[in-house]
């Protein structure tokens, strides 16, 4: 079944083959091998025809577009737009999680500034998809936060080093 975010190498692993690649590790870790066409076609031309890659197939879709080919929504289609409140503890967001994270938890410790707390709870895996704000019944600015908390933890990783 088609679902947002299903181009990510991990999980279309899991959709094809049912596999699920651990964290931190390569699909090759569970046997399989992932090629992009669109990849390996460019790395022939720029080989073979020393061509290089100036354009992309770009999708537009949604009801804000006559003729679709990127998504752009309308106010409609994105659904009430509520002001930030408290987290519900719903789990709406872990359900939406494509990687089986925690986002709310996650997010917290970003917003919190817990680096080192986050990092051992995986924030650096998660893919900044925007499923879990998506699915946030509070409207928790989730996506900014989980960057934020990765931002941190990269400091924290170059100031150790």
């Known amino acids: 079944q088609t679902k ?8 279309l692993v899991e959709a094809a083959t049912g596999r699920q690649v651990p964290p931190g590790a390569l699909p090759l870790s569970v046997g399989v091998v992932v090629q992009n066409v669109g990849t390996a076609l460019a790395v022939l031309d720029a080989v073979a ?3 290089v890659q100036t354009e992309a197939i770009l999708t537009v879709s949604g009801r804000g577009v006559a003729r ?9 289609e994105l659904g009430p737009q509520l002001e ?3 987290c519900l503890r719903c789990a709406r967001c872990v ?13 917290r410790l970003g917003e919190l500034g817990r ?12 893919m900044e998809c925007g499923t879990c704000a998506f699915a946030c019944p509070a409207g928790l600015p989730l996506v900014q936060w989980l960057r934020l908390g990765k931002q941190q933890v990269r400091h924290l990783s170059r100031s150790a080093s």
Do not use: F, V
């Open 4 to 11: 947002y975010p299903q181009g990510a190498e991990k999980l």
């Open 49 to 51: 025809e020393g061509r």
């Open 68 to 76: 679709p080919g990127i998504l752009a929504l309308t106010t409609a």
């Open 84 to 86: 930030a409140g408290h």
């Open 95 to 107: 359900e939406a999680c494509p990687i089986h994270l925690l986002p709310s938890r996650l997010a």
């Open 115 to 126: 680096a080192e707390e986050a990092r051992e709870q995986g924030i650096e895996l998660c």
